[in-house]
Nanobody, 121 residues
């Protein structure tokens, strides 16, 4: 059984910062990639950023320069540092990981439960 547990969401004023964490646990052989998505009310879930096991990163164009994704492979954990937050960043943020188990086979998609980020103006 694999779990993704997120933490770090909350309420922050515009211009502030938050750091999200997501730790994967279970019978994990490999994780590639890890990513953060977000979904605001009435909107579709969208990619925020992704990072491969080798450290290659991709960001949504609108977020480059404000958000930074990183990962600790030894801890199976991905982070999202969010700076200069804006009210439009308000959303539920979801952790995503494609995981290969020790038992073999391919990579399977897993999602965290989501963490609310609210930015007040």
């Amino acid at each position: 059984q694999v779990q993704l547990v997120e933490s770090g969401g909350g309420l922050v004023q515009a211009g502030g910062s938050l750091r999200l964490s997501c730790a994967a646990s279970g019978s994990i052989f490999s994780i590639d990639p890890m990513a953060w998505y977000r979904q605001a009310p009435g909107n579709q879930r969208e990619l925020v950023a992704r990072v491969t096991s080798g450290g290659n990163t991709n960001y949504a164009d609108s977020l480059k320069g404000r958000f930074t994704i990183s990962r600790d492979n030894a801890k199976n954990t991905v982070y999202l540092q969010m700076n200069s937050l804006r009210p439009e960043d308000t959303a539920v943020y979801y952790c995503y990981a494609a995981i290969q188990y020790f038992s073999g086979g391919g990579y399977y998609r897993h999602w965290g439960q989501g963490t609310q980020v609210t930015v007040s103006s």
